[in-house]
């Protein structure tokens, strides 16, 4: 129980602490980026590009909520299992996800995450000369460190959508995962 007062009592006080972060102009906006990187790991895919497209509400001036998706491709890449070349297909993941942002100072450094769920579209099968199918989807997270100023967001990111063991071909896993950079654009809606 003391842990626990103890706990909501530091978070009141970082809530308060940040309450003067950002402008007030800017509680309510639209987000739309880029973002590409490497995937991890690379079995059966090689990098990625993805569009970003989010709302945002900042609840205090220094923690902001929202909804996020956008479409991220991923392109497949040919891998040797067993002496076998397997041709892997280009995927791609839609997700759909609440959004998460805190924000220490009206500018300068942001930490962040997107949470739901990931949807994988493309081939039904993982490659063009096997007959695995591809996953449908599973958990999506997409932690991110990043500056901001007042229109633009530039950061650091992981993306990973969690598939467990479905479109496996012998010792080669499935992996939605990619590490890479991204930058979005700030579109206010007003206050």
């Known amino acids: ?12 006080l970082m809530t308060a602490g940040l309450a003067s972060a950002q402008s007030a102009d800017m509680r309510n906006m639209i987000k739309v980026g880029i973002n590409g990187g490497f995937a991890v790991p690379a079995e059966n895919a090689g990098g990625n590009l993805g ?16 909804i996020a998706t956008g ?3 991923f392109f497949g890449r040919d891998n ?37 769920y990931g949807f994988i579209v493309g081939d ?19 932690p991110e460190i990043g500056y901001h100023n007042k229109d633009w967001n530039f950061s650091l990111q992981y993306q ?4 467990g ?3 496996e ?9 990619a590490i890479g950079a991204g930058i979005g654009y700030n579109i206010p809606l007003g206050k």
């Open 1 to 12: 129980m003391k842990s626990m007062t103890k706990t909501i009592l530091a978070l009141g």
């Open 51 to 66: 569009l970003d497209v989010s709302y945002q509400n900042l609840i205090t001036p220094g923690f902001g909520l929202g």
């Open 71 to 73: 479409y991220s491709h």
């Open 80 to 116: 040797d299992v067993n002496g076998v070349t397997i041709n892997n297909n280009d995927f791609g993941v839609v997700p759909v996800a609440a959004l998460i942002r805190v924000y220490p100072k009206q500018m300068g450094f942001y930490l962040g995450t997107d949470l739901g």
């Open 124 to 142: 039904d099968k993982v490659a063009s000369n096997a007959s695995v199918d591809r996953p449908d989807g599973g958990f999506y997270i997409k």
């Open 160 to 163: 990973k959508t969690f598939t």
């Open 165 to 167: 063991d479905k479109g």
């Open 169 to 177: 071909i012998a010792n080669q896993k499935y992996s939605a995962g």
